[in-house]
């Protein structure tokens, strides 16, 4: 019996190591062996009741076979690690070739940017990627800044035409105005930073006129660029250069017409192909006036302290409402400014995707 229970005792627990799937049935073969009611325990604990001379034979054999046991034993723990360790990795591999998640759908949880942020947003997106900075400016400006400067004399037609709101008079008697348009913001510009310039001026505008096409509070871009020897030519081309960008057509039609405001010089006012029936742009034949440009007049550039013999420039003013209708076909102005959460709902943009210049915006 002697060898035999040692051989048996080997081979049994090699067979139950290999049955242990993992690392809780390892243990209890591991404590079954060489814990304190363990098998091999119980060998050793017997070895006390053996004569000198055997206990000392048999004392050698149980020690080479805890060795071996332990060995064993340690053995198979490493390999179900390792095998738990591959589990596990395998369980929780990420693949990141796939597309992202699906975010809440607009208007969810999330919100939506309003068309006219959004359109203001794609306008500084396109002029950046021309080379424009976004200048700002105050919305209550001096009767100089509004209209003095840009040409516009005291008693001219266009002040009018404006429908300006005025507030009480200042210390100087003048009364301040809330601006008609976003010009003063370039007047600023002019006055405050040598050129080149290239700006844009994206803002609130305000004229005392309301109904189904015009709103008391609005929205201007306009543009500005001033630098030695620029041309009709740099007006076309960055013109036509946006207005494909910003509606998505590559081979828009575009029509530069002559026109007049009192701060340019020549004034034009700029059209895009349409149809007229469907309200569809890019082709029909019929023509859509879009915005307002001209050569910087050079009383202007003079009222701004700038040599008109050395500088010159284009300017440009649009809507935002107006070009945000036609691009996404809205019928009516007063939604814009009414919160009818549905509406907001159906014309947000995408908070998460800001715009790309990638194929036009
Ligand atoms: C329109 C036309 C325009 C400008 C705005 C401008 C500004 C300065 C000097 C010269 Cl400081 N011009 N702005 C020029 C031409 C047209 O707007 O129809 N806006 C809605």
């Not at 999330?110 to 359109?119: E, K, N, Q, Y």
Request: glycine fraction near 10%.
């Amino acid at each position: 019996m002697r060898a035999d229970d040692l051989a048996a005792l080997r081979e049994e627990t090699a067979a139950q190591l290999a049955a242990a799937a993992d690392l809780r049935a390892w243990d209890a073969v591991r404590v079954g062996v060489l814990g304190r009611g363990g098998r091999l325990t119980a060998l050793l604990k017997a070895l006390g009741a053996l004569p000198p001379e055997a206990r000392r034979e048999r004392g050698a054999a149980l020690n080479r076979l805890k060795a071996e046991l332990e060995a064993a034993i340690e053995a198979r723990r490493a390999e179900l690690e390792a095998a738990a360790l591959e589990a596990r990795l395998a369980a929780e591999r990420l693949d990141v070739t796939l597309p992202p998640r699906p975010h809440p759908p607009l208007g969810a949880e999330a919100g939506a940017i309003h068309p006219i942020s959004r359109t203001m947003e794609e306008l500084v997106a396109i002029f950046g990627a021309m080379g424009f900075r976004v200048a700002e400016g105050p919305d209550i400006e001096s009767d100089w800044h509004n209209f003095g400067a840009l040409n516009i004399p005291e008693h001219h037609p266009a002040r009018q035409d404006h429908d300006t709101f005025y507030l009480p008079p200042g210390p100087d008697g003048r009364r301040p105005v809330l601006r008609t348009h976003t010009s003063p913001v370039q007047i600023r510009t002019m006055l405050t930073q040598p050129p080149p310039i290239r700006v844009i001026v994206p803002g609130r505008t305000w004229r005392a006129d309301h109904d189904a096409t015009h709103s008391p509070m609005f929205h201007q871009v306009e543009g500005l660029v001033i630098d030695r020897a620029i041309t009709l030519g740099h007006l076309k081309g960055c013109l036509i250069d946006f207005l494909r960008a910003f509606f998505g057509i590559a081979d828009l039609p575009v029509r530069f017409r002559a026109s007049y405001f009192p701060f340019t010089e020549p004034s034009m006012e700029v059209d895009i192909g349409w149809n007229r029936r469907t309200g569809e742009l890019g082709k029909g034949g019929d023509w859509l006036e879009i915005l307002g440009s001209g050569m910087v007049h050079p009383r202007v550039l003079a009222n701004c302290g700038l040599d008109p013999r050395e500088w010159q420039g284009f300017a440009f003013g649009m809507g935002v409402e107006r070009i945000t209708m036609l691009k996404h076909g809205m019928a009516d102005l007063r939604p814009f400014y009414e919160s009818d959460v549905r509406w907001l709902r159906h014309y947000g943009a995408d908070p998460l995707s800001p715009p790309s210049l990638a194929e036009g915006v």
